[in-house]
């Protein structure tokens, strides 16, 4: 698994280079985007096509490969395999039959935007895409709008615009928002702002719309005092006594909670009594 540049071709590692140049196959997610890398690098290789509509079958044809003893190479057109893109399919059926899956770590997007942001530290949750449909993606907001962790997505050109608007929409305007464009590329922008004012910030000129985006979203704030509901007073006793994941368990199953708001809780509860701690 060979992580390959975002953007500018100079960003690959040694020893990304001699594992494509040592590869009896390189499969690729589009044939010509690696054929451009490889000639930059004047490397060269067998290359097979592997994307997402052909995976299952091309996993198969990958673990004969494996099987007749040749060193296969998988990459996707930019980043990381596996990651927002095909590659953990041909992963579970190379480990399935047995072979070894060696990462040859790399470029990675989420990471890149999140290194440059500013945002605070503390966990993020990496979303990836949301769903193209309306109605689908401000369901799936919604289940994460009450999480405390910085949002980490990314987005189409083409959506781009109705996407920030459900995110203000959803998450409230007031929100932090970072919106990276073109990572490591020529035109590469980092823009900070309010979620009610990105939306118009993309709109005010059309080249910021243009690119692969990643999008980087402050995390609900959790409120440090107040009245507890229930299901808080009854997680707050058990992770007295119980390990965090028992506790969490135990807790939606006495009251009915939504798992994903009383997890979210039991980490800013353990969080705060390590800060505690001496």
């Not at 979303?127 to 910085?150: H, I, N, Q």
């Amino acid at each position: 698994m060979v992580a390959t540049p975002i953007g500018n071709l100079e960003d690959i590692s040694a020893r990304a280079l001699d594992s494509l140049s040592r590869a009896d196959v390189i499969a690729a997610e589009d044939t010509r985007v690696t054929a451009r890398l490889l000639e930059h690098h004047r490397v060269r290789g067998k290359l097979v096509a592997v994307h997402e509509h052909n995976e299952r079958r091309s996993a198969a044809w990958i673990v004969e490969q494996l099987a007749h003893g040749r060193n296969v190479a998988l990459v996707a057109d930019a980043g990381t395999p596996a990651v927002s893109d095909p590659g953990a399919t041909v992963v579970a059926t190379a480990r399935a039959a047995g072979f070894k899956v060696i990462p040859i770590p790399g470029p990675n997007a989420a990471v890149t935007a999140l290194s440059a942001a500013g945002v605070a530290e503390g966990p993020f949750l990496f979303v990836g895409f949301l769903p193209a449909k309306p109605a689908a993606r401000r369901k799936a907001l919604e289940g994460l709008s009450g999480l405390p962790y910085t949002l980490v997505l990314y987005e189409a050109p083409h959506r781009i615009v109705e996407c920030v608007e459900d995110l203000a929409a959803v998450l409230g305007p007031e929100r932090i928002l970072v919106i990276a464009r073109e990572l490591t590329k020529l035109f590469e922008q980092i823009h900070r702002c309010r979620l009610g004012e990105a939306a118009l910030w993309l709109r005010a000129d059309p080249d910021r719309r243009r690119g692969e985006f990643v999008l980087i979203v402050e995390g609900s704030a959790v409120p440090k005092e107040g009245p507890k509901t229930d299901w808080e007073r009854v997680l707050t006793a058990l992770l007295a006594e119980l390990p965090l994941a028992q506790a969490v368990k135990l807790a939606c199953k006495a009251t009915g909670a939504k798992k994903n708001a009383v997890y979210a809780r039991a980490l800013q509860l353990a969080r705060d009594k390590t800060a505690r701690s001496p």
